[in-house]
């Protein structure tokens, strides 16, 4: 969930809160929570969404991103795999703007300098991360969460009781069909499975309609069931965003990938298919330690 976004339902659901006990200003109508954006389009017309080279962040003089440079496809769903500790979380960190890299360069097309921007910045040019752990407002509605993650920006005269245009509404039934919870819409998002709670948390960042998704360990803690059906959506996501997948779970990696990278004490240790980087030397040398 974006730090925006987050704050954005914090506030909500105090507003929620407040309608419970009769206690709003102005019937609610004070208590906007559009968000602001500044989404343009990004120029990809050199073939890059993603583009970082060079990186280099040392904490306490350990270098935990070691001159790293990657590229990503517009459309691409790429998948990041690596030991614990090779630095997939920190490089994530740094393309959010989370994390300062000390060196290098990261570019979101062609023209954005990522560097420039701060956190809700980035996400709002349409960069949505995912975090290992669902987000959710588990007492809104599966709706309610939705609603709440649509870029829009209404200012001053939204409240929580707006209505959605039907362009809107479409976007909302579009993404409750995507992330297969189009039969819960009126549930509490607290009683989900932990499946449902991710796709929920996915269905949110795709209201805002991002052009880049980074989702950390996607499928950890879910079912077999849940995760075979997040594979698909992310195979039905490829192509209409660019996605980067950190997973530790070969078996899911092994449905959803083409390229495949691999990280090792903060580079790039090996580039290809699933097959390719797992017969690689290398690579079996740092996961079994050989
Ligand atoms: N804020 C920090 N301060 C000090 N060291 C850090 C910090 N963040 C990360 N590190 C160190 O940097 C290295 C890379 O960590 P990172 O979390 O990016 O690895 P990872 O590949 O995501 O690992 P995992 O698969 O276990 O999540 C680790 O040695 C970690 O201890």
Redesign the pocket.
Known sequence: MTPDLFEEGAKRLERKEQVLRGKTESGGRSAGFARPHTAGEVDVTHGRILYLEDVTVS??G?K??NNLSLDIAPGELRCII????????????IITGK?RPDSGTVFFGSTIDLLRYTEPEIAQMGIGRKFQKPTVFEQLTVFENLELALKTNKGVKASMFFRLDSGESDRVAEVLHTIHLADSVTRLAGTLSHGQKQWLEIGMLLMQDPKLLLL??PVAGMTDEETSRTAELFLTLKGKHSLMV?E?DMSFIKVISEIVTV?SE?SVLAQGTLEQVQNDERVIEVYLGR
């Open positions: 904490f306490d350990f935990a991103i690596g030991p614990n500790g090779a630095g997939k979380t920190t490089m994530m960190d994390t950390d360990e950190v530790h990280l903060g």
